[in-house]
């Protein structure tokens, strides 16, 4: 989950890394002391002998809860009892060796046991999902749950039943899995292998030859307006050569799981992603993306704002996407560790004491919870590495001080201690569970805090707007770009089903006709027609990207209220927190925070935000 929300962010993020700073190489963001910057493994074992010891203990009575398939009313809470107890064992052995095949990727015996450790718990996964589907435990009622001792598995049995429903019977599943999956992960492959085999015609400068594709991210801050068209446009080309071939790939993906979600009983295919990711209906998402088209004028009066800017500083008479980019007289300076965590815990002071004191001791290097001071053979992973009952560490493949690395911290540790909180208060272990919209809401939100921050202590106008325009970034590519891709995404599932949608052209101009409503630099750069080829997200996990845009609307909505109303925010933040995933999202968010998910209103106040550091941006500039 977390990969992909850095890969998709990648892109923002690229251009706040070292490229500005020619003396990264010496820097060294713990002082002297980076051994002080790695995990205490024996947090989750004492040594290598008792892990051993104990996988085999937890595997043997995984055996024996797999062998006994007499599930009763009776014993139905007993089962499950025991299930969450067998889960929490089994992961603190999951746990500790995905911490160990990421700090060391050659790590084979680590690696061997981890896939045992996965199997095994597959093993009780599968057990109790099966049992769980039987038709006289979809039929619950009210008082059986609390006759049976059943109440706090009653959202756990719900969701059961949910699959119940569509659910195939075992030989059909064989089948689906092997024509459709297959077919879907051979498309999904030669899209990956197609995409790095890549590099486009390459460009000359100083008589050297260069890949358009691997520079294009860092010349969009090089000061030559001529260059950085040349690289832009070549970087396009690159793509778009490929486009027939994509395009039917994109399109037979597409075809395969309209097909194979018919067949499981939903409407659609994208019926049943939202139901199941959102938890949303498909005409409310469906509503919600027709509403951001009412504010595309949002979006491009930021991009105005900057254009002008950019006009001011570099004399140019008209400004491109690759344009915007550009270094606004302000450089972030590499920040070392000593420096973040009173940074970090500041930022997230109105968050109350609890989750502070749960931050400040995760970042001080005397626990042995951080797994950030880099290394060779490392795994390029940035996560939170923890469960219920189970230690919580943190994973950074390193940490460098750019502005990215900061916010990755803060992001991931805000999953940490999400984690840490649900632990603290013993929730059902499966429970921690739960849509990754709320989960990337609350880490974004992290996020948003420290751009506050930042933004106070600078003192000079230049820091302040870029601050600013960083805040500014990152709600224009959640929400926007989100938006932008999940109107995509859902055209192309309903033009695929109804037949409109056959080839390339088809699909580019599916593309551009929502481009133009939004993006105001669109209009005259026809050679990004082909741009979603570089949507990854759009192949790999086909209809995730409108995730961002719900996660990245809660997070400004609990942004708000905190401002609104900071005396009381923090104590029913870490309630909700604290409470983990009993129930659906739109029901938590109403019962904690009092708003709900399915309204415009929070589209509103989003986009009113955006508003308001637009125009705070634009006076910053005026200064
Ligand atoms: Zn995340």
């Known amino acids: ?32 002391n980076a051994a002080a910057f790695h995990v205490k493994l024996s947090r989750y074992f004492k040594t290598e002998e008792d892990e051993k010891a104990a996988r085999v203990l937890v595997t043997d009575s995984i055996n024996r809860f797999k062998a006994d398939t007499a599930w009763t009313l009776n014993n139905l809470a007993a089962h499950l009892d025991t299930y969450s107890r067998l889960l929490v064992a089994i992961e603190r052995h999951n746990q500790y060796f995905r911490l160990r095949t990421y700090i060391n990727k050659n790590d084979s015996l680590a690696r061997q046991a981890y896939n045992q450790v996965d199997e095994v718990e ?93 520079i294009w991210s860092g010349i969009l801050q090089n000061p030559d307006s001529v260059l950085r068209r040349q690289v832009s446009e070549a970087y396009y080309k690159a793509y778009s050569d490929h486009a027939e071939v994509i395009a039917a790939a994109l399109i037979d993906i597409t075809r395969q799981k309209n097909i194979l979600a018919k067949l499981r009983g939903y409407k659609t295919a994208t019926d049943r992603v939202y139901g199941r990711r959102l938890q949303l209906a498909e005409e409310s998402v469906k509503k919600m993306l027709g509403e951001m088209n009412q504010y595309a004028d949002v979006l491009k009066n930021y991009q105005r704002v900057q254009a002008n800017q950019i006009k001011k500083q570099t004399g140019l008479a008209t400004v491109h996407s690759w344009d915007a980019s550009l270094p606004m007289g302000f450089t972030w300076q590499p920040l070392p560790f000593a420096k973040v965590r009173p940074l970090i815990l500041d930022a997230l002071a109105p968050l109350g004491d609890e989750y502070t004191r749960h931050f400040a001791a995760l970042l001080d290097p005397a626990n042995g919870q951080m797994e950030i001071a880099g290394g060779p053979n490392r795994v390029n992973e940035n996560t939170s590495v923890g469960f219920i009952g189970v230690p919580e560490s943190l994973y950074m493949k390193s940490y460098n001080g750019t502005l990215g690395d900061v916010s990755r911290l803060i992001h991931e540790g805000g999953h940490a201690i999400h984690e840490q909180l649900m632990s603290d208060s ?198």
């Open 1 to 32: 989950m977390h990969s992909r929300y850095y890969h998709k962010l990648a892109f923002i993020l690229c251009l706040l890394l070292p490229w500005l700073h020619t003396n990264a190489q010496q820097f060294d963001p713990f002082d002297g």
């Open 122 to 214: 597959s093993g009780l996964e599968g057990i109790t999902g099966r049992m769980l589907l039987q038709p006289r435990f979809a039929a619950i009622t009210e008082v059986q749950l609390k006759q049976y001792q059943l109440t706090k598995y009653k959202f756990l049995l719900s969701k059961a039943k949910e699959q119940a429903v569509h659910s195939l019977p075992e030989h059909d599943e064989q089948l689906l899995g092997k024509v459709s999956d297959d077919m879907i992960d051979h498309l999904t492959d030669r899209y990956d292998n197609l995409m790095s085999s890549i590099t486009g015609d390459s460009i000359t400068i100083k008589n050297k030859k260069y890949s358009p594709v691997k």
């Open 426 to 623: 013993r929730i059902v272990p499966s429970y921690k569970y739960g849509p990754s919209i709320l989960y990337e809401a609350y880490a974004m939100f992290n996020e948003l805090l420290l751009l506050d921050a930042l933004e106070k202590q600078e003192k000079t106008n230049d820091g302040k707007a870029f601050y600013t325009k960083q805040f500014l970034d990152k709600l224009s590519h959640e929400i926007f770009t989100s938006a932008e891709e999940g109107a995509f995404e859902q055209g192309l599932y309903d033009g695929v089903a109804g037949g409109t949608i056959n080839t390339r052209d088809d699909v580019d101009k599916l593309y551009a006709g929502i481009m133009n409503k939004y993006d105001s630099y669109f209009p005259a750069e026809p050679q990004r027609k082909s741009e979603w080829i570089n949507k990854r997200l759009v192949f790999d996990d086909p209809l995730y990207n409108v995730n961002y845009l719900y996660a990245i609307l809660v997070s400004c909505k609990l942004y708000q209220q905190q401002h609104a109303d900071p005396k009381t925010f923090a104590v029913k933040y870490t309630a909700l927190l604290k409470n983990g995933f009993d129930a659906p999202a739109a029901d938590l968010l109403k019962k904690f925070m009092g708003f709900s998910l399915d309204s415009g209103s929070l589209l509103k106040d989003a986009l009113g935000l955006m508003r308001d550091k637009t125009s705070k941006l634009e006076g910053l500039y005026a200064r």
